[in-house]
């Protein structure tokens, strides 16, 4: 077969954990080839651009990729302990790091990764199997088909583009795919570019992380400028207390004034809140959607029967796995991140505050020098905070280059909050009850995820 030395590491992704991989891979004399579907640099977060995150700039930049803008000369650092939307993550932070000269020609916009193989040998094959490169296929904005050989990749794909349904059960509910033309992504711009679509009509909310803590503030301050605009809010739980908080126990002030602010909402009645809600069908009907199903209403358990306007859909999200059809993958049989993570990160257990460090060792699979890592790494978890993933891909590099005790030397500084502990349903954990994202600052719509995608 020959030597594989040659060959780049591919890196999927072009977001804030991928552009991180591609500046420690650099430092270790490895060259990055990242493969980016969208046109930009952060592509996915500059879709929830009007977001405000709720960690500060200290806890958004990777420590590689900032040398690198550094030794520019012309980048200043912003205010470490200021609060970044998401535009500001993109503009002042991934678009200057991409334009630089270390970076600029190793990522190809525009190429989507449609699968990722053995050259030359699909996963039942074992003879020889690690020496052999990788071949990662690609399409182009253009629709053309294209092969990459690799000696190891790094899929820091996100998982922004596989969004949970509404459906109660893991499924879309009957209809929602023909309803598609009344649902949102879990982060609309209620505020601004999509004030029309919400102001004077009534919106159903369903999820209970801090992307529908976002929104529902939202629509509260749009509730209070435009009559008409109603809410409701549907949880799987029987009790919205974990997305309440830590309040002024969370060691991120906003996190924690996020959940004070929503609490107030509901206890003086500007929104209405369906718990154990089912979701089990959506009908569109004469310019409105007909919610089916069963949920808890002023204290009473019945059928749902509720015509909306549009539905967000904030129910989290679940990894692309079908590009990697020909890997072999050691993954978690419930939250489907790599097996020895799972444990670490379970939303069940833990809050992104308390997921212990970890690096290489744990996310490796028995396909050799093949790693998951950033968001999609922690499959449906919702606890995910970029901190983290700089520090996986710190120490993954450091395991590609051959320096193990470097790898293993992980460290992660995290900020802890109240939340997200073991006394509430375990269903409330499939709404994507994320502990990492959004402030409760008035100005930009307020929310934002330290969760970012791609």
């Known amino acids: 077969m020959g030597t594989t030395s040659e060959l780049p590491v591919v ?4 977001g804030p954990v991928g552009l991180a991989a591609a500046a420690h891979l650099l430092e270790r004399g490895l060259e990055p080839l990242v493969l980016e579907a969208g046109d930009g640099p952060g592509a996915a977060v500059a879709r929830w651009g009007h977001v405000r995150l709720f960690s500060p700039w200290r ?35 991934l678009e200057p790091l991409a334009a630089t000269g270390l970076l600029r020609d190793r990522i190809r916009y525009g190429t989507r990764v449609t699968a990722v193989v053995r050259d030359g040998a699909d996963r039942t094959r074992s003879l020889g199997r690690e020496r052999r490169p990788f071949r990662v296929r690609t399409r182009g904005a253009d629709g053309g088909t294209r092969d990459v050989l690799a000696r190891a990749v790094v899929d820091a794909s996100g998982t922004w583009t596989r969004p949970n349904p509404v459906g109660a059960h893991g499924i879309p509910a009957v209809g929602e795919p023909e309803a598609h033309g009344y649902l949102t992504g879990p982060l609309p711009d209620v505020l601004g570019a999509e004030r029309a679509r919400f102001a004077g009509r009534h919106t159903l909310v369903v999820g209970m992380g801090h992307s529908a803590a976002n929104t529902l503030l939202a629509l509260t301050a749009l509730a209070e400028e435009v009559p008409g605009t109603r809410i409701t809010w549907a949880i799987r ?24 602010r929503l609490r107030d909402a509901v206890d003086a009645g500007r929104l209405e809140l369906v718990t154990r809600a089912s979701i089990d069908e959506l009908a569109p009907a004469d310019g409105s959607v007909v919610v089916r199903g069963t949920g808890r209403r002023d204290g009473t358990d019945g059928p749902l029967d509720l015509a909306v ?19 072999r993958l050691d993954l978690d049989p419930v939250v489907e991140a790599p097996a020895r993570l799972a444990p670490l990160i379970d939303p069940n257990l833990h809050s992104c505050g308390t997921v212990e460090p970890h690096g290489e060792s744990v996310l490796a ?7 998951l890592v950033g968001m999609k790494s922690y499959g449906r978890a919702p606890t995910f905070l970029l ?51 959004t402030t409760a600052e008035p100005g930009p719509q307020s929310a934002g995820l330290t969760l970012t995608p791609r």
């Open 365 to 371: 699979h028995p396909e050799e020098d093949f790693y």
């Open 387 to 437: 901190a983290t993933g700089y520090e996986q891909v710190r120490s993954v590099a450091a395991a590609l280059a051959g320096d193990r005790a470097a790898a293993d030397a992980v460290q992660l500084d995290l900020p802890a909050t109240g939340v997200c502990s073991t006394d509430v349903d375990a269903a409330d954990g499939a709404e994507g009850a994320a502990c990492c994202g």
């Open 11 to 14: 890196v999927i992704g072009a």
């Open 237 to 260: 739980g029987g009790s919205p207390r974990r997305l309440f908080g830590g309040g002024s126990d969370d060691e991120l002030p906003a996190r924690g004034l996020l959940g004070h």
């Open 59 to 93: 806890y958004c930049l990777d420590p590689a990729s900032r040398r690198i803008l550094d030794a520019t000369g012309s980048w200043t650092a912003p205010d470490p302990e200021a609060l970044p939307t998401g535009a500001d993550l993109v503009g002042e932070y």
């Open 309 to 327: 306007h549009q539905v967000v859909g904030a129910t989290g999200f679940r990894p692309d796995l079908d590009l990697l059809r020909e890997i």
